[in-house]
């Protein structure tokens, strides 16, 4: 009988698939403006068969990242298999990646597609400051007192936004407000609550995952606040504002430099 012949690798042409190589970022959901769900991935260098690539898929309560395997390449095409779940928000809320087909289209732009979902991503930032300059700092709400009214001073709303890479807690937010008793009425008593949020995307706006409190810093009782958002900075009235809009229908927050 003949010897068996050794198994047939996955089609990769050394140095063809170089211009997939980096960080790519999309809309599944919603528009470029007013995103409802947003996918990134970024490839590195590997072999057929290794997990060479990083997704981040955020949604209006999730976001999900983690590693997926090279099964084929070539100057025209990438597809993705076999993934697995590093990162989600809330906690075992995520699941494996499915099979994932990236289509150069130009070399700043790619489809992607999965199944039936497609979208067109865009070359994004990588790195470990990916966060843009003007949204870096601290920020801070200011109470109407039409709607605080004369206890404004009790009410505290902060954001801190700092420097880092996709995957890191690069929101913070910290809020301040009066405890309630069993019939609505305010106390003496304040709850302090601190919510972290993961970067997700680095393009414009900025997306982040779900806010998780952080339990060494919140009081109990603390409210939840849990929906995935997006950062934006304009002027308002000649002053820089920071709107933090929830990645659903809503209002979106305004804070301004502190």
Known sequence: MPPDRPARCPRTRRGSWRPFLGAWEGVRSGSADHPRETARIEIGQGAAGSKVAVYVQVSEERLCMGRSRLVSADEDK?????????????????????????????????????????????????????????????WKMENDPLIFGRNRDRYSDEVTITQGPVGAAVFRRVHVYPRTDDEGNETSESLVCTFTAILAGTGTPLVVGPSTAVPDASDRGCERADISGYLAVDRFKGRERLLVFPMMDGEPGEYYRV
Do not use: M, N, Y
Request: charged share 20%; hydrophobic share 40%; glycine share 8%.
């Open 78 to 138: 990438v597809v993705l298999g076999e993934s697995d779940v590093t990162t989600s928000v809330p906690a075992q809320r995520c699941t494996p990646a499915a099979h994932q087909t990236l289509t150069l289209r130009s070399p700043d732009v790619l489809e992607w597609s999965s199944g039936a979902a497609k979208a067109i991503f865009r070359k994004a930032g990588t790195g470990t400051s990916v966060v843009p300059e003007p949204l870096l700092g601290r």
